[in-house]
């Protein structure tokens, strides 16, 4: 069986710093789980290899998550994921929540 390869694309100059690596790690751990090889960047985000790390992928996930009053927190960072990911061709995901991102990849994996 061949390990899937996903890099995670979340905020992190936008909001809680602090909260924001938790959502990674959270993210790491619920991918992890799942028996996929989970990439990290904020855990050593440079920016020079965001798009070696992504290359070397088989999809992306992203995690929009929303501050205290429901709003989302923006990510200028994982918007330029995004477009990389696509233009690789990648599977591409987005997700509010770690919960909403186990669920689905349980029911629909990558």
């Not at 429901?70 to 987005?94: H, N, T, V």
Request: with cysteine.
């Amino acid at each position: 069986m061949v390990v899937k390869k996903v890099y995670i694309a979340s905020p992190y100059t936008q909001g809680d710093k602090l909260q924001m690596v938790r959502i990674q790690i959270d993210a790491w751990h619920a991918l992890q789980d799942l028996g996929y090889y989970a990439i990290p960047p904020l855990l050593s985000h440079y920016i020079n290899e965001v798009r070696e790390r992504i290359a070397m992928c088989d999809a992306v996930v992203r995690i929009r998550p929303k501050d205290e009053r429901g709003i989302e927190i923006p990510s200028s960072g994982a918007d330029k994921e995004k477009i990389e990911a696509q233009r690789l061709g990648l599977q591409y995901r987005e997700f509010e929540t770690i919960e909403q991102m186990r669920d689905s990849l349980q029911e629909k994996p990558l």
